[in-house]
């Protein structure tokens, strides 16, 4: 540094340093642009962590069974903290699953797991007493056999149970999954009929343009969640209609801004050179003039995924989502909206607040990518 910057006011200095430099590529400008926007980092991140919980899955989850569906009826609506005793009996010896199988789909307990109050050892049995949620001395005294090697663990649940005796912290954390998985997976589908619609309208024109313009208009007039509950009937109940649906619902606001990209683009020089060189329309479409329209796209997309969450849980909320025992953020706050005004509110309001910071982050994060990829110096 030399001593004219050295003796710039600090101010100067940071703008000096943070400066976009004309010599850089576009793509170094927007990320350094980005990071000076600290909502948009934010989101990223909360982003991020949903993706280290989400991925993982069940090996991380305090419940490793398929959709943490371990439910202890004695063990309801337990206040976060709160630890239980379990007598272990029966136990199986654990058959040998691939790691990718336990991360994907969980595996079940290989014994019986008891919610008891407490228990006495002799040489030749276990005596416990079963947990009812009463006060001890009313439970149920069962003897177990030392031959059958039986066990007891203590279990602490972070967040406490929901109404079914599940473990409130594995389906949080396991619901994270279905929630960004329809986020990608329908942008994804609404990606590949948007940007194919939008670049043929604009490129061809004529009957052509006409046709899928008042194709856009008509999806355009019917509200959103009323059409994805009409797919949804019409395909039926379950994950992967859900998918289906919302992704088939997201596409006219991709194919609007890619017509209108590929509708000035097409114009360019370079555009009539491949022309005149007799490249393919599929290679000037896909390799010369999509790629200008990346930026417009990718902001939307990120709002789209907002929205995506955002139908996924309120169909699962009107229990036309994703069906039991499968977990939704949706779902859950369906399952426990009740104790909102009983009690133990923070059963609804947890998943609620998980959907609230996903849905945020993804549009701090378009907002983000927005200001960073716009053309003009800031």
Known sequence: MTLIELLMP????????????????????????????????????????????????????????????????????????????FLITDEQPRQHTSLLKRMAVGEPLPYTATPIYSHTLTDSALYAETYTGGQPNDGDLIEVPLTAQPRVEQRTFLLGTDSYGHDLLSQLMIGSRVSLSVGFIAIAIALLIGITLGALAAYYGGWVDALITWLINVVWSIPTILLVIAITFALGKG???????????????????????????????????????????????????????????????????????????????????????????GSMVKENYNHILLGNAYLALLPGLAIMLIVLAFMMLGNGLQESLETKKQ
């Open 10 to 85: 600090r101010r100067r200095r940071l703008v000096k340093q943070t400066a976009d430099n004309p010599n850089d590529s576009p793509q170094r400008i927007a990320w350094r642009r980005f990071r000076r926007n600290p909502l948009a980092v934010a989101g990223l991140a909360i982003i991020g962590l949903s993706l280290l919980v989400a991925i993982p899955g069940y090996l991380i989850t305090p419940d490793h069974t398929p959709h943490c569906n371990q439910q202890y009826l004695e063990l309801t609506t337990l206040p976060p903290g709160s630890k239980a005793n």
């Open 239 to 329: 994950f992967w209609q859900v998918f289906i649906a919302v992704g088939l619902t997201m596409w006219v606001d991709i194919a609007r801004i890619v017509r209108g990209q590929v509708l000035s683009i097409k114009e360019k020089d370079y555009v009539e050179a491949a022309r005149a060189l007799g490249y393919s329309t599929p290679r000037i479409i896909f390799r010369h003039i999509l790629p200008g329209c990346l930026g417009p796209v990718i902001v939307v997309t990120a709002s789209n995924f907002a929205s995506a969450i955002l139908l996924e849980a309120g169909l699962s909320f009107l229990g036309i989502g994703v069906q039991p025992p499968m977990v939704s953020w």
